[in-house]
């Protein structure tokens, strides 16, 4: 826990080992008892009680929960002569499970205020991460490294200024800590230790729903699955789990053993099929209830005599259960997982007689429920609406909106955050703000010296000019777009470019002659730029890169106006001629173009894109394209 991000150091320089870094969508938490007093086999005695403490918190929190990958857990080890608690857990795509992580240890920390607790993922210091809005100026990520605690329920912060009693020198520290210096720190100062409650409520805004929102992330609905994989998963329902990850992460290596004619060769084969109730976590039924998956030859048969939606719907649900169990128990790469080898154990039972399967009677005494799934859907006006800040409120419910709540209130805080973040005037590429004057304090020194420097960058780019109108218009001539004219002038593109020159060259003579100089070495410049550009748009034309598809027909008019044109009779004059042409030729664009978009915007499959942004920043609204064919 020393930090996610350590200086690199190579063979030569002092190789200390290569950085840690965690595994993706991970989360890692240490509980240490920081307190000198204590002998070291007296801070393992107490560690126990905490753990035994902790494994009694969460069997009366996580009654029946099912994690989405891995559950929390801590063991107690020794490192650098340091003993303490430390777990790790991979939360996969349910974000919500890294967070009922830090509500354990948040109420672990209530029920204990001799523990300190330290926790990060992949990011480092997410907690801070979450409350990037009103952090003080001077905690960025580059010393956000183990100056973040969390002791009695409450997030504390090491600040810069070092206490006298913990060093010689009050001077700041503008760097992160190693975790040996963070426990001195907390040893011998803990009473200068920061303690901002704006942090603090931002970083745990999550936490406000809990403990409901441990039930409220799970999901029950029927399903019709083989007699067999009932008794499984009525004996635990965490097997679901890995089940469904195995069948949302399938590859065709994967698909082999449902590809066998026949059942004979299934673990669990569509021959005994009963309705039973599964519990999912909301993260896994929506992956598997979104997957598109053809029906394997043996269950071909089961989904065809289904009658009603709902029967059919069960039943497909059911395959997809089944499928990911049979592809979870196939592949080698998932054998010496915990819950393959205690599912192999339960199908022993079942072949040496030592269990049996449940009757229909055992099973019509089980818990049958079914979930509403309105969750699942999202209106898409209305989530445009909240993006906006327009939302309706409905008379059925609470907030209006769409999905859950939960949901609800992040948008809108999300939304809220990046408002702030525009609104902001200092704001820059680098994000909002900048550092404070003491984090500059460390190259103070490089500044001096690039004062004395002979060389200097001021100036040094006044001499480059930049016309937007001459650049937007070769792009719109090399894109073959038609010129940007205006309605109120017949003036043609050459005589306004004329009129131009004219008007920079009676600028040029009012300028000196260094200025003439420089003007003239401009327009060289931009000639040279502009016959580049068209030199690059002729060869692309060549090669059939900026085809713009076929053109539409020509209209019976202009097909009538060409011939007399050729033929020399009964054609009407030439500037109606050119109108009619030009029409059709923004005709052709504008087709084009709509095609082009419309493209890219199916392209996209329903996600964020530049054919739906451009679309939307011009006021359409395209309903998403859902084909036909599975």
Known sequence: MDGIKDNFKWFGEGFDGFPKILPEDCVEYALYIIDTTLKDSEIRERLARVHHATKALTKRLLRDFIWQRESFSLDLVRHDGVSFLRGRTNYGDSVEDEW??????????KQHADVWIKIVDTQGEFLLIE???ALPRWLNPEIADNRVWMNGGKLLLIPLQQSPKATTTTEPVSRSLTLREAHIYIQRSRSTLIYLPAVEAEAFYRLRNYPN??????????????????????????????????????????????????????????????TVQVKFTKVGYAQLKSQRFSAPSS????????????AIAQAEMGMKITSG????????????????REIKLLLDDLEVGEAHLASDAEIAKWELREDDESWLDINFEDFENELAGKAKKDAGTVDGGFGDKSAHANLRKIVARFEDFLNDDAAGADGAGYLDDMDNDDDNDGDNADEDSDFSGEGEDQDIGFNEAEFAEMMREMMGLPADTKPSTSTNSTERHNADDMHAKAAVDKEDNEAKN??????????????????????????????????????????QALRGVQEGHDSPD????????????????????????????????????????ILRSMGLQLPRDEDTDH
Do not use: C
């Open 100 to 109: 009922l992580v830090v509500y354990i240890l948040r109420e672990l920390s």
């Open 213 to 274: 929102q441990i039930t409220e992330s799970l999901h029950h609905t029927p399903v019709l699955i083989p007699r067999r994989l009932a008794y499984i998963l009525h004996g635990s329902s965490a097997y679901i789990s890995p089940a469904v990850e195995a069948f949302y992460l399938r590859d065709p290596i994967a698909l082999r053993p449902l590809q066998t004619q026949g059942a004979v060769r299934l673990v669990f084969p569509p021959d005994d099929l009963v």
């Open 131 to 133: 409350a990037a809005n």
């Open 574 to 613: 030439v500037g109606e001629f050119e109108k009619i042409n030009e029409d059709l030729q923004e005709a052709s664009i504008d087709y084009n173009l709509a095609k082009n978009l419309l493209e890219s915007f199916k392209s996209q499959a329903g996600m964020a894109g530049p054919g739906g942004n």
């Open 325 to 340: 169990f049979e592809m979870l128990l196939a592949d080698p790469q998932h054998r010496d997982e915990k819950s393959v």
């Open 518 to 559: 420089d003007k003239e070495d401009e327009e060289d410049e931009g000639e040279g730029f502009r016959r580049v550009m068209h030199e690059m748009e002729a060869e692309l034309r060549d090669a059939g890169a900026l085809s713009l598809d076929h053109q539409p027909k020509e209209p019976a008019e202009t097909r």
């Open 299 to 310: 269950w071909q048969s089961v989904l065809v005599v289904q009658k009603t939606p709902k």
